[in-house]
């Protein structure tokens, strides 16, 4: 086994997790929330996204969490972006890491961010180029890159082209997306291996995996074993995207730290905090945790 001694977690509940809440979360909630998972040593953290409050009301209080969130010196804070507008208002607000979003199914980008695939790439070429003038990290995803909710199977070619134009024009990382969570370990090395033996770097590759058929740790740790030392996660498995139906929450990140620690794999992330981070969330949403590690400890 070729393991990784060291995985960076990359916290998405504050974006991915709430942006699927139908009740408005308060901003200092919000807020809370982010600076206690910053505490917990998670080292990068999406903060939200400067998308349209028409499409995500959850997240219309982008600026006011840009704003007021306290920093920690160590941690990455990134915002979405999905065009021109969203870039620009980021930049305003004193952005510096970006993340911009597309798919390798051409109907899901149309739902998602209502342009085609080829048009998202042409919409990012600028944005990227400008970001990368600034010496500003910039991730891109890419989403349904196992599976679409409109189009089904999604071919790996298909996504190591997204990934390859993703890649020329700048970004310095990808995210692969299983957005609805469709994808098993087989599927997962297959796609894997495709990027991996068209020459991309396995460093700047990050796994996203919700988490809707049970698979998500299966798939992490085969990811793990063909190098790659980026997960994306969320807490309490908040999540889901609103343009995928029926795509459940993000694997939660208390289970895959859960797991890592038991590889001895380093993250520098402290778990009861997490867990106290999840308890905190979860009983603002009135909801049980989706973290199977909260659950049991709960229970002990
Ligand atoms: P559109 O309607 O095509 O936008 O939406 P438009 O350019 O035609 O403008 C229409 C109106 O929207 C105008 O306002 C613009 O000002 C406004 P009006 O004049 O009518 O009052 N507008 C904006 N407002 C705020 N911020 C902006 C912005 N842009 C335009 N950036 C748009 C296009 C991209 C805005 C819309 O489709 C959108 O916001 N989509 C976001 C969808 C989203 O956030 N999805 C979830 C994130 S992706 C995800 O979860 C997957 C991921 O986790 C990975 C995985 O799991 O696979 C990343
Ligand atoms: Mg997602």
């Known amino acids: 086994m070729h393991l990784p001694k060291q995985v960076k977690l990359v916290e998405v509940g504050p974006r991915d997790g709430l942006q699927n809440e139908n009740t408005f979360i308060p901003t200092e909630i919000k807020i809370e929330l982010i600076e206690r ?4 040593g998670l080292s990068s953290i999406e903060l939200t996204s400067l998308v349209s409050p028409r499409w995500i ?3 219309a209080d982008h600026a006011e969490v840009i704003q007021q969130t306290q920093r920690l010196p160590d941690v990455e804070y990134s915002v979405l972006v999905p065009n021109q507008q969203g870039y620009d208002q980021a930049l305003a607000l004193g952005v510096s890491q970006f993340a911009v979003f597309t798919a390798a199914s051409d109907s899901f980008c149309r739902k998602n961010i209502n342009c085609s695939l080829a048009e998202s790439l042409e919409r990012y070429q600028s944005i990227v180029k400008d970001a990368k003038q600034k010496n ?3 991730r891109g995803y890419i989403s349904c890159a196992l599976g679409c909710p409109y189009e089904g199977e999604i071919s790996p ?12 024009m700048g970004c310095d990382e990808l995210s692969i997306g299983d ?4 994808g098993t370990p087989g599927k997962v090395k297959t796609l894997l ?6 020459g991309i770097d396995k460093k700047i590759l990050a796994v996203h995996f919700h988490d809707t058929y049970g698979q998500a740790l299966a798939n992490i740790y085969l990811a793990l074993e063909l190098g790659i030392s ?9 999540g889901g995207c609103p343009y995928a139906k029926g795509a459940s929450g993000n694997v939660a990140t208390e289970d895959v730290l859960y797991m ?7 993250t520098g992330v402290d778990l009861d905090a997490l867990l106290e981070v999840d308890a905190f969330i979860c009983q603002h949403l009135k909801k049980p945790s989706r973290s199977k590690v909260a659950l049991a400890r709960a229970a002990q």
């Not at 957005?179 to 469709?182: K, L, N, P, R, Y």
């Not at 291996?193 to 068209?198: E, F, P, Q, S």
């Not at 890592?260 to 380093?266: R, S, T, W």
């Open 136 to 138: 500003f990290r910039v």
């Open 57 to 59: 009301p959850q997240l």
């Open 37 to 40: 998972l910053a505490a917990t």
């Open 193 to 198: 291996k495709t990027l991996l033996d068209a």
């Open 157 to 168: 070619k298909a996504v190591l082209n997204v990934a390859e134009a993703l890649l020329a």
């Open 179 to 182: 957005t609805i969570g469709v």
């Open 230 to 238: 980026i997960v994306d996660t969320s807490v309490a498995g908040l």
């Open 260 to 266: 890592l620690q038991g590889l001895g794999i380093e």
